[in-house]
């Protein structure tokens, strides 16, 4: 009996993480003798395995601790406002980890999936980037996939989730072109169970059939034609059934001309994601404006000075966004009345693997206080943020510091709007330092 691996990419209390859940599986009866905290006697490896690993591999289930790289994670792991570390991996456990495991290892079947549509969520084309990264990862180093050449296997992102602005329905729908349609029980089976997927045998999470589909043109092409292999990821933060088919054949190339992420976009193009978001610039009276600095946990080579600033969530109007963003990020506490929408800006920029498409609202708020506290951000925050800095907007253009793009005339127009004197271009302070955690 395989156990679910599950990794955690090295981050903030990385070997913490990796050790409740050990622990909880344990309790559970999940996790093998190996496992601290499970009686030292010989016996079953357990259901769950647990590793600390530096970059994101093929294991079924990729957690990032907080400050890691996001390339290949599933689960980017993440705590603070309220909620602790133990209780954020405790739930992560009961409600995807042990059903998850207890379904690769036959102790439970797959649960079936309402025959509903929901509204369309750009997360699940992300997800399907990197499932069929990991898979064709996986085959390659496997030695099953040629990878060059006319004969490289072809990963296709398919169904519902694939098509932009269509409702879905609850799984990723994905597909691998073949050269020969492997047998049952082979290396096949053995890689894609490495990743977390399982063959459909005796079961039918996908209509018209498990082990063929249905005839598009009767009579056009020969019968063995639409034969496929069929597996399924009985994952419930991510279900995923992948078809397994010959290339070529009637069926493989009418998805494949309709999917939305193939083999070179796995190699050459990131996942993309839009949103909106209300980016802070406080001012203070001496004129300066607050940024913080830190990096892309993908990129740490890179950082950068930007503005504070987060989504903007459902419900909320931009102004009360920016204004919760500022007491969360840096401790700033400021009303409605000193805020000026200063206009709205389209940016494009890489953070954790993907790629987002951002319009934001820029805000300009009037501040009194200047004491930072960067203790109410929660943990990603911390790991990837290293300072706060009260900037003069000239002595930052003066200075050969990184800014985040186009933000250098917002500050100015920030400083303006809000009736603040500017700070002098001959300061060479830009002001007070605050050390991220």
Known sequence: MTPLRVEVVEGTDAQLV??????????????????????????????????????????????????APLTG????????????RDA????????????????????????????????????????????????????????LDPAQGDRAWSYEHIGSTSVPGLPFKAFVDLQVGVDDLPDQGGALDEVLCRCGYLPAVGSRPDSPGVDRDLEMFPGACAPGDYRKRLFYRPDPGAPSILHVRRRGTPWHDDTR???????????????????????VLPVDAQGRVLLLHGADPDDREHPLWFSLGGEIDPGEDPVTAALRELREE??????????????????????????????????????RATEIDLSGQDAVEQATIDEARWWAPAALARSAAPVGEGLLPWLERAVAAVGQPAASSANANPGQVASGG
Do not use: K, Y
Not at 91 to 102: C, N, V, Y
Not at 264 to 279: G, I, N, Q, S, Y
Not at 331 to 359: C, H, K, R, S, T
């Open 18 to 67: 990796a050790d409740r859940l050990r622990a909880l599986g344990a309790e559970s009866g999940l996790s093998g003798s190996e496992s601290p905290g499970s009686p030292e006697s010989p016996g079953s490896p357990g259901l769950v395995a647990v590793e600390v690993v530096p970059a994101a591999g093929v294991a079924p289930l990729v957690l990032a601790a907080p400050g």
């Open 73 to 84: 994670a599933d689960v980017m792991l993440n705590w603070g406002h309220g909620a602790g």
């Open 88 to 143: 954020v991996v405790d739930q992560l456990w009961h409600e995807r980890i042990a059903p998850f495991a207890a379904r690769m290892s036959g102790r439970t079947g797959p649960t079936p999936i309402p025959p509903r549509l929901l509204p369309h969520d750009q997360d699940w084309g992300v997800a399907a980037h990197r499932l069929l990264s990991r898979l064709a990862r996986g085959l390659r180093e496997a030695g």
């Open 257 to 279: 001309a309709n999917g939305r992420v193939t083999r070179d976009d796995l190699e050459t193009v990131r996942p993309r994601r839009t949103r909106r978001t209300a980016r």
């Open 330 to 367: 840096v401790g700033l506490v400021a009303d409605a009345d000193n805020v000026v929408v200063l206009g709205e800006q389209a940016i494009e920029f890489p953070w954790g693997g993907v790629m987002f498409d951002q319009q934001q609202v820029l805000c300009a708020v009037r501040v």
